[in-house]
């Protein structure tokens, strides 16, 4: 008699995603899919293969080390996928280019556009850096020549920090084209829910679940603002301790430190944000509810349409392009009619 050996369930692998411009990016293990809704109502189907940069096994994929150089590439990564959408829904072709635009095609020719891209990705970084590291530590001194301690001002410095971060998405989501990628954004979060819950992927399976899920970017921002509280209290007291040196009394020291650190405070983010998704007990449910309640500012309910849109991305990013007319650039086109299942 042979003995029967029950086979170990693979381990699912997590399922990334992202809203782009009428639809949803999904980032499997081995592939990058983005799905648009035309205006026609038809949807636009584009796969590429994904290869990680950073080899495994690096030092680069190490724990604390890895969520920074992961967000980088998410970054990278987002950039393109946005210039995929639009150009996928012929946005690029109708907008009016400036006349800077138009100056620096002539003298760049296709590389203009990453030159544009270039500059929007510099501005966010200093537009980031401005709201979140220059302006709430503007108060610091004056807390401390107040007799505040470190722990006090760190505390209001982050506070600050979630302040600016939460009115930002508000005014955000008050702009219609905005509600709408925040509805695609929900659409995304849905579609990855009932993938995980092995349920087939329609509309009507994805709807049960809500948008709000634990790894969404959003929660790891919220997440990494308060481990920073908690972080740069612990490095400014032990400064103080060991060299007598006051980080709530010297702005330039207090920026630098912010700048030069926050690769630790990302990494640190990304490791407790990867274990809290994982595990579902009472401690970890109340550990994760704050940041599961700011996608709620980013994200909406989708309609059945966005998730039909998401659940092409998903079965693409999984198993490849689905069967149908192409177009000239190689995406393949699902006409409305068409209903979009497993």
């Not at 109708?94 to 006349?99: F, N, V």
């Not at 997440?223 to 060991?242: A, C, G, R």
């Amino acid at each position: 008699m042979h003995s029967i050996q029950s086979e170990k369930p693979q381990k699912r692998s997590d399922i990334g995603g992202q809203a782009v411009l009428d639809g949803v990016m999904m980032k499997a293990p081995d592939a990058i899919a983005v799905a648009v809704r035309k205006e026609n109502g038809d949807i636009l189907v584009k796969r590429d293969p994904y290869v990680s940069p950073v080899k495994k096994g690096s030092w680069l994929t190490k724990p604390f080390i890895r969520g920074s150089v992961n967000m980088v590439l998410m970054m990278k990564l987002g950039m393109k996928v946005l210039q995929d959408s639009a150009a996928m829904t012929g946005a690029l072709e109708s907008e009016k280019p400036s006349k800077f635009e138009e100056w620096l095609s002539r003298k760049l020719g296709k590389g203009a556009d990453k030159v544009m891209m270039g500059f929007a990705a510099l501005f966010a970084v200093v537009l980031s850096t401005g709201l979140f590291v220059l302006l709430p530590n503007l108060p610091a001194r004056a807390l401390r020549d107040a007799g505040w301690s470190l722990i006090a001002v760190n505390l209001v410095s982050g506070l600050i920090r979630i302040a600016i971060l939460m009115l930002y998405l508000y005014l955000v989501g008050l702009m219609p084209d905005m509600r709408r990628t925040f509805q695609y954004h929900g659409a995304e979060h849905k579609a990855v829910y009932a993938h995980e819950a092995e349920l087939p992927l329609t509309p009507q399976n994805a709807q049960t679940f809500t948008t709000l899920h634990p790894r969404c970017g959003t929660s790891f921002l919220l997440l990494t603002f308060i481990i920073s509280i908690l972080f740069y209290s612990v490095f400014d007291q032990l400064v103080f301790n060991l060299t007598g040196f006051d980080m709530g009394t010297n702005y330039f020291a207090r920026i630098i430190s912010r700048l030069l650190l926050l690769p630790v405070v990302a990494g640190l983010g990304y490791e407790t944000l990867k274990g809290l998704a994982h595990a579902d007990n009472p401690i970890t449910r109340a550990l994760r509810w704050p940041g599961m309640q700011l996608p709620r500012l980013t994200t909406k309910p989708p309609t059945d349409e966005m998730l039909e849109v998401s659940i092409a991305a998903l079965n693409a990013a999984l198993h490849g392009l689905p069967e149908g007319e192409t177009t000239p650039e190689g995406y393949v086109i699902l006409p409305k009619a068409q209903p979009v299942t497993a």
